[in-house]
Nanobody, 120 residues
Framework: QVQLVESGGGLVQPGGSLRLSCAAS????????VGWFRQAPGKEREGVSC????????YWPDSVKGRFTISRDGAKNTVYLQMNSLKPEDTSIYYC?????????????WGQGTQVTVSS
């Protein structure tokens, strides 16, 4: 059974850090592009970062560049999103997704999401 499970979300103060994990089962994640997306209440889902099967990385909103880092651990079949210097506007449900196609909202496999709340 193909499955993606996110973890690592929570409540953090502004300026704090979190590391999100996206663990896969039923398939080998390193052969897929994996993206992190987020959706805040009342807003559309947006892409945050992507790591391709070749290891190339992309960050989309200018607001996360320099603060977020995506990485992959093949041995653990997991992709991570390290988030530093968190801001209240980063508050969202974060989802990971995987597919053989480049990262987009049309990716096939999605996790259930993990809530990230940045608040004092």
């Amino acid at each position: 059974q193909v499955q993606l499970v996110e973890s690592g979300g929570g409540l953090v103060q502004p300026g704090g850090s979190l590391r999100l994990s996206c663990a896969a089962s039923g398939f080998t994640l390193e052969y897929y592009a994996v993206g992190w997306f987020r959706q805040a209440p009342g807003k559309e889902r947006e892409g945050v970062s992507c790591i391709g099967s070749s290891g190339d990385v992309t960050y989309w909103p200018d607001s996360v560049k320099g603060r977020f880092t995506i990485s992959r651990d093949g041995a653990k079949n997991t992709v991570y999103l390290q988030m530093n210097s968190l801001k209240p506007e980063d508050t969202s449900i974060y989802y990971c997704a995987a597919d053989v196609i480049p990262c987009s909202l049309r990716m096939t496999y999605w996790g259930q999401g993990t809530q990230v709340t940045v608040s004092s």
